[in-house]
């Protein structure tokens, strides 16, 4: 079995895990949120001013181990100007 085989199967396998998409959504909303500060010229100091909290709050949020809550998650698309709106995917709309 060729080494680029291997990964996409092993790929395909992750796909299949609901942790694979749960970094996966973390990654897209993080996205997302970095796109709208950009947008906005904010920073994550600049965020927290907006949020009335500490920047070391707003950077936790962003740290690859952190797990925002959906109310935590709303204050902060709210601080942007910005609603939170979470969807339920088909897995077949999801793998294609």
């Not at 299949?16 to 959504?25: F, I, L």
């Not at 909290?53 to 936790?60: A, N």
Request: hydrophobic content about 45%; some cysteine.
């Amino acid at each position: 079995m060729k080494i680029a085989s291997r990964y996409k199967n092993a790929f395909e396998d992750a796909r299949q895990s609901h942790e694979y998409w749960a970094e996966s959504a973390k990654l897209e909303l993080c996205r997302q949120l970095v796109g709208a500060m950009r947008a906005l010229g904010l920073s994550q100091e600049d965020l927290a001013l907006r949020l009335g909290r500490e920047t070391s709050f707003v950077k936790q949020v962003f740290d690859a181990d952190y797990s925002a809550t959906v109310p935590i998650l709303s204050e902060i698309a709210h601080g942007l100007g910005m609603h939170l709106d979470i969807r339920l995917v088909p897995n077949a709309e999801a793998t294609s």
